[in-house]
């Protein structure tokens, strides 16, 4: 199954997903899926030099599906950090991209 890496930006606290030539972005749309444990080991040691330049904290990689919509987080804490606030959908970065 695809996985995805994710951190928050040092910044903002901004979750952020690890996107094609290892830079950073905001939605999981953008992100690059990642497939085999040993790509996600390498994703994940590129991951924390961005750690290392305090650029983000907390870097994991995740599982997705992937749907004609994009990647979708398969577990609910994913699906959240991904998609937003979710008494307000309304609220926060993510409501511009709906």
């Not at 930006?9 to 749309?29: C, M, N, Q, S, Y």
């Not at 996600?40 to 994991?60: I, M, P, Q, T, Y």
């Amino acid at each position: 199954m695809p996985q995805v890496v994710t951190a928050n930006r040092l910044t903002d606290g901004i979750v952020v997903f690890r996107a094609p030539g290892g830079r950073w972005v905001e939605f999981l749309k953008d992100a690059d899926l990642i497939e085999g444990k040993a790509a996600v080991e390498a994703a994940l040691v590129s991951g924390n030099e961005s750690v290392a330049r305090n650029e983000v904290v907390d870097v994991f990689a995740f599982e997705v599906t992937v749907t004609p919509a994009g990647p979708q987080p398969t577990h609910i804490r994913d699906r959240i950090r991904a998609n937003g606030p979710t008494v307000y959908p309304g609220h926060g970065k993510q409501a511009a991209a709906r």
